[in-house]
């Protein structure tokens, strides 16, 4: 069964600290994203990898980092956390068909 | 740039078909429409695939499509629809020449099936 797992699932921040988000998958897959649901939007993604080592911007990067030090992780950082990143935030991994998420970090920024 | 849009929000009757329509703007020849549920959990479900190279259209239970390539449009269909299948509908496009599969999404169909 492919399995992706977030940690934490619920985060309160205060505006300008540092927030991480992690996500781990037992996929063996590759490729692993980092999307963002904001009400009215659907997902969007921010950044995504090809495997160890890489990382590349999706189509809203700004205000995002990310790591991949292995194959089964993949972590996003928020340097300076500000409130319009409040959202839920869903890691995928995936191969040429099919996309499998996590089940979402709901981040607040105050 | 690719681009994928969505009706907002749609009902149904219990046992009733739904169609569910999703149009997309893309350049690439070779490309993905896939459809996922999201549940009331937050939870993401795949639920079916439609390569763009496929003539045929795609099943998969009592999910199908409806592939209209020339008019860049697409259609879920649930047949005998049931309460448990509301949710949220998402429809996403991922063109396949990049080797990364990235999915841009639409905003979403929101679906309610009365008993």
């Known amino acids: 069964e492919a399995a992706v797992t977030q940690s934490p699932r619920n985060k309160v921040a205060v505006t300008g600290g540092k927030v991480t988000l992690s996500c781990n998958q037992t996929?063996?897959?590759?490729?692993m994203y980092w999307y963002r649901q904001d009400t009215g939007h659907g997902l969007r993604l921010i950044h995504y990898?090809?495997?160890?080592?890489?990382?590349e911007k999706g189509d809203i990067p700004d205000g995002y980092k990310a790591s991949r030090p292995s194959q089964e992780n993949f972590s996003l950082i928020l340097e300076l956390a500000t409130p319009s990143q409040t959202s839920v935030y869903f890691c995928?991994?995936?191969?040429?068909?099919?996309?499998?998420f996590g089940p979402g970090t709901r981040l607040t920024v105050l | 740039a690719q681009r994928v849009t969505q009706v907002q929000s749609t009902g149904s009757s219990q046992w009733g078909e739904v169609t569910l329509d999703c149009s997309y703007e893309t350049s690439e020849y070779s490309y993905l429409i896939l459809w996922y549920r999201q549940l009331f959990s937050g939870e993401m479900v795949f639920l079916i695939y439609q390569p763009s190279f496929d003539t045929q259209n795609q099943r998969s239970g009592h999910y199908s499509v409806v592939f209209q390539k020339s008019f860049k449009s697409i259609s879920l269909v649930i047949s005998a629809s049931q309460p448990e299948d509301s949710g949220t509908y998402f429809c996403?496009?991922?063109?396949?020449?990049?080797?990364?599969?990235?999915?841009?999404f639409g905003q979403g169909t929101v679906l309610s099936v009365i008993p």
């Open positions: 990898s090809y495997g160890a080592g890489s990382t």
């Open positions: 995928a991994s995936g191969d040429w068909y099919e996309q499998y």
């Open positions: 996929n063996n897959h590759n490729n």
């Open positions: 996403a496009l991922s063109e396949l020449g990049g080797g990364n599969n990235k999915l841009t």
